[in-house]
Nanobody, 120 residues
Framework: QVQLQESGGGLVQPGGSLRLSCSASGDILDINGMRWYRQATGKQLELVASITGGGTTYYIDSVKGRFTISRDNAKKTLYLQMNSLKPEDTAVYYC??????????????WGQGILVTVSS
């Protein structure tokens, strides 16, 4: 069974920083695209940032210049460095990955989510 496990969330003051991690485990041949989504209370799920297997990145406008997505393929881990955090960044953050498994092929896999709260 393939799993994604997020870590690094918590409470931070406005202007502060956090780094989220998402580690993949299980029977994995390879991982293609990886993404961070977030969902604030009462709002829809939104894509925050993505990174391809080759390292090409994408960010939504509201986090450009503040957030950095990266990955360590050897460790099967995705990161999101979040700087200059704002109260509007408060949300549950979800990791998503396109995982290639033996026999069954590509599988869309989600983490369980981790809460980030930006508040003074």
């Amino acid at each position: 069974q393939v799993q994604l496990q997020e870590s690094g969330g918590g409470l931070v003051q406005p202007g502060g920083s956090l780094r989220l991690s998402c580690s993949a485990s299980g029977d994995i041949l390879d991982i293609n695209g990886m993404r961070w989504y977030r969902q604030a209370t009462g709002k829809q799920l939104e894509l925050v940032a993505s990174i391809t297997g080759g390292g090409t990145t994408y960010y939504i406008d509201s986090v450009k210049g503040r957030f950095t997505i990266s990955r360590d393929n050897a460790k099967k881990t995705l990161y999101l460095q979040m700087n200059s955090l704002k109260p509007e960044d408060t949300a549950v953050y979800y990791c998503h990955a396109e995982i290639i498994k033996p026999v069954t092929g590509t599988s869309d896999t989600w983490g369980q989510g981790i809460l980030v709260t930006v508040s003074s």
